[in-house]
């Protein structure tokens, strides 16, 4: 779905992911950590970015925006994406997701973009419950969902985009509990 929502942090600019964006994403998506962190086949080639990128203006039941920096000094695109994706309007729930590329890891970048999807969700979307599916391994992931106010509900099985079948966690926020403002 093409959307024009531009959100703007003290740090960063979340805008609709596009075709510029093509170069972060197939580095992200080559990154072998990624197969182990979400299960999918890395990219192998710049046109499955750019396939992708395409998909994502026919979801209806997606956004996804690239987070950059807004000072163009700490790098010149995209460093990272956050989603609200698995969208049920009716249920008033989304699914939150994100990632950002190694380099630009441990420094607030993805709780400040997740805090600002979440309040946008929530006041401007009629989200009422923002969910997420860790993996049970993946550790910085759980922090960051635990710092935003998540709360665990146990812990499920999914099949991974690979066949795998792994434990995850069931994180649940409520409009209700919001504390990230």
């Known amino acids: ?3 024009d929502t531009i959100i703007k942090t003290e740090r960063l600019i979340l805008r609709c992911k596009n075709l510029s964006d093509a170069e972060h ?4 998506r080559s990154d ?3 197969f182990e962190l979400f299960g999918r086949e890395c990219y192998t080639k710049i046109e499955q970015a750019h396939e992708f990128i395409h998909s994502l203006n026919e979801d209806k039941f997606s956004y996804t925006f690239s987070i950059l920096p807004n000072d ?4 010149p695109d995209a460093i990272g994406s ?6 049920e309007y009716d249920k ?3 699914e939150i997701g994100y990632s950002l590329e190694k380099a630009y890891r441990g420094r607030g970048y993805a ?4 805090k600002a999807v979440i309040q946008h969700a929530f006041s401007d979307m009629n989200i009422e419950t923002v969910t997420a599916f860790p993996r049970v391994t993946n550790q910085p992931s759980i922090a960051l969902l635990e710092r935003l106010g998540f709360e665990s509900v146990g812990i499920i099985k999914m099949t991974m985009d690979s066949g795998e079948e792994a434990e995850h966690y069931d994180f649940r926020f ?3 509990q919001d504390k990230t403002s």
Do not use: D, G
């Open 174 to 176: 409520k409009k209700a």
């Open 72 to 75: 163009n000094t700490i790098a």
């Open 1 to 3: 779905m093409i959307f």
């Open 25 to 28: 994403l197939f580095r992200l």
């Open 92 to 94: 008033k729930i989304a």
């Open 32 to 34: 072998p950590e990624y």
């Open 111 to 114: 709780y400040e973009a997740c």
């Open 82 to 87: 956050v989603c609200l994706w698995n969208i």
